[in-house]
């Protein structure tokens, strides 16, 4: 008797940015001490998330050249960061780091 395959399927963390709390605390865990590229790849899966022709819309940019920033070679400028953050409705903030006691 021969046994079932199993079939999977590849994990992809953009079935899981549900909410706006999830991409936040998602992107939040890169920003604290990712590199560069993890980050692009970060906004990859948001822009995944949400759908890449959503996005595209949202921030004046064509398909292509969202691809293009976000793909594996891409380097995003800071404002199509800053527009792939509003079309989430995300904005940058900034927060002063806490100092350890000497």
């Known amino acids: 008797m021969m046994g079932k395959k199993l079939e999977t399927t590849a994990f992809d963390s953009a079935d899981f940015l549900n909410s706006g709390e999830d991409v936040i605390a998602y992107l939040d865990s890169y920003l604290e001490d990712g590199s560069s590229e993890e980050l692009r790849a970060a906004l ?3 822009a995944r998330s949400r759908g890449i022709g ?3 819309r949202s921030t004046g940019m064509s398909r292509a ?3 293009k ?3 594996e070679n891409g380097n995003p400028s800071f404002e199509t960061v800053r527009a792939i953050l509003a079309a989430v409705g995300l904005r940058f903030t900034v927060e002063q780091v806490e100092q350890e006691a000497a």
């Open 65 to 67: 050249g969202l691809y």
């Open 54 to 56: 959503e996005i595209a």
């Open 44 to 46: 990859d899966t948001i």
């Open 69 to 71: 920033a976000l793909g």
